[in-house]
């Protein structure tokens, strides 16, 4: 897998040599057979992209790109379909360099196409047709075949398992994307998150960001999830330990002498009750 993901990387990297600026096709490659020739054919496929954000004009002579600038020119297909394959059809079998160079050919100069090279999907060799639906999608801004956490869903199927959970994030329901969190285009920061640790809990749970006088350094330092596990819990809050105490004492092996006569029962947070950070007191009593 490794071996794989690099060589993907060192073949865009190499695209401007052998593609054509903003093409995506060889300079070498045969004259195209042009949209209406595909259309005779692949009529369904012709309708479903004109309702597509890559529609653009397919089929009618003001089209500034046609089938053929993501499927490349292919005379041979056009004369005989069933012996000849398109110049890149997008199937599993072809190298997934190949494909990504059509989808890059256009979308390298963008936010998403610049960072994809660094990516852990890029590293596992997911090329972008095996997210988005290039001709139509229920969703046209983002051309995918579902909501976005189910597409997500399909292959991350330990995350699936928790968002069944009764305590954990609305993925499911589309109150809480993956992408919210995550930055799937991006390279692989801690934890694949969008921003920096914490940063990304915060842009909801606001009234835990602070700044605090007195800061709980397991939030600070550890971020959120030493605590929760952000994508589903069998414990109340998405917490790790069902019992609050037994979370702080997987930090706190110290406790003061007079805390031995809790019970069981006795939660941390009946005191401490301000977890996150406070103003008042370095022991977060208030």
């Known amino acids: 897998m490794e071996s794989r993901g690099l060589k993907v990387a060192l073949c865009l990297l190499a695209l401007p040599v052998f593609f054509r600026l903003g093409a995506g096709i060889p300079a070498n490659a045969a004259e195209p057979c042009g949209d209406e020739a595909c259309l005779t054919c692949h009529e369904e496929q012709g309708s479903q992209i004109a309702a597509s954000i890559h ?15 993501c499927h490349g020119p292919s005379p041979g297909h056009c004369d005989d379909p069933e012996a000849v394959a398109p110049m890149v059809a997008f199937r ?17 100069a963008g936010q998403k196409g610049a960072h994809f090279n660094g990516s852990p999907h890029l590293k596992g060799g997911v090329t972008c047709e095996q997210c988005h639906q290039p001709h139509y999608s229920a969703t046209r801004d983002r051309l995918l ?4 956490s189910s597409v997500c869903l399909d292959c991350h ?7 069944l959970l009764n305590e954990r994030h609305r993925m499911l329901e589309e109150m809480v994307s993956c992408i919210d969190c995550h930055d799937q285009h991006g390279p692989s920061a801690r934890a694949q998150l969008g921003g920096f640790k914490q940063e990304m809990c915060y842009k909801c749970h606001t009234d835990k960001q602070g700044p605090f006088l007195y800061e709980h350094l397991a939030v600070r330092i550890e971020r959120c999830s030493s605590c929760h596990d952000p994508h589903g819990s069998v414990n109340r809050h998405l917490l790790h330990y069902q019992s609050t105490a037994d979370l702080c004492y997987s930090c706190h092996v110290w406790v003061p002498g007079f805390h031995t006569r809790f019970t069981n029962e006795t939660q941390c947070t009946n005191c401490h009750v301000t977890i996150h950070g406070s103003n008042l007191d370095p022991a977060f009593l208030d």
Do not use: F, N, Y
Request: proline share 5%.
């Open 55 to 69: 529609g653009g004009g397919i089929g009618s002579e003001s089209a500034a790109w046609g089938c053929e600038s």
């Open 145 to 148: 075949p579902a909501k976005v």
């Open 157 to 163: 199927q330990e995350k699936l398992a928790l968002s």
């Open 92 to 108: 599993d079998t072809d190298p997934a360099e190949e494909r990504l160079a059509m989808c890059m050919s256009c979308h390298a």
